[in-house]
């Protein structure tokens, strides 16, 4: 699947600048921590820029779910719970609460929450650093590529 994404992210006929913009941003959806709103994110930034959907989706796929997703939340919580001093393991105490719920109680769902802010600020902070960090590397990258292939057609397009 990815191999032929790539493939017509190389064949379209943006400039490759603008194509790698665009699916540099779409890297950068593809590690924000707003799981759930990576495609309808990556829709309304080629809608309100006027990027080719193509090369928006391809960057934010990167971040599939049956191949990606876990190591990219398992690498976002990491980073930011380096960032923040905390250990890589999750809180015991918010592990007591998932393994042994007491839906029906009324103070669950505070300690739930409270607990669960140990494990989504490092995970968010994380998954922030990631985006940029990763977003920066995929522009040049496929900005080069994109370039490489344009000389390639004009080469084979002048023999």
């Given at each position: 699947m990815f191999r032929s994404t790539f493939r017509r992210l190389l064949?379209?006929?943006?400039p490759p600048e603008r194509t790698a913009l665009a699916f540099s941003i779409g890297v950068f959806i593809a590690f924000s921590?707003?799981?759930g709103l990576h495609t309808i994110l990556a829709t309304l930034v080629a809608f309100l820029f006027?990027?080719?959907?193509?090369?928006?989706?391809?960057g934010t796929f990167i971040n599939n779910p049956f191949v990606?997703?876990?190591p990219i939340i398992i690498s976002s919580y990491a980073v930011?719970?380096?960032l923040l001093g905390r250990p890589l393991r999750i809180?015991?105490?918010g592990l007591a609460l998932l393994k042994e719920p007491h839906l029906l109680t009324a103070d669950y769902y505070p300690r739930l929450f409270h607990e669960s802010w140990h494990i989504v600020l490092p995970f968010c902070i994380g998954g922030m650093i990631l985006s940029v960090v990763c977003s920066l590397i995929a522009?040049?990258?496929t900005s080069s590529l994109?370039?490489?292939r344009q000389r390639t057609r004009k080469t084979d397009a002048n023999d």
């Open positions: 064949a379209l006929d943006d921590p707003l799981l006027r990027f080719n959907k193509i090369a928006v989706y391809a990606t997703l876990v930011g719970a380096l809180p015991e105490q522009y040049p990258v994109l370039r490489a």
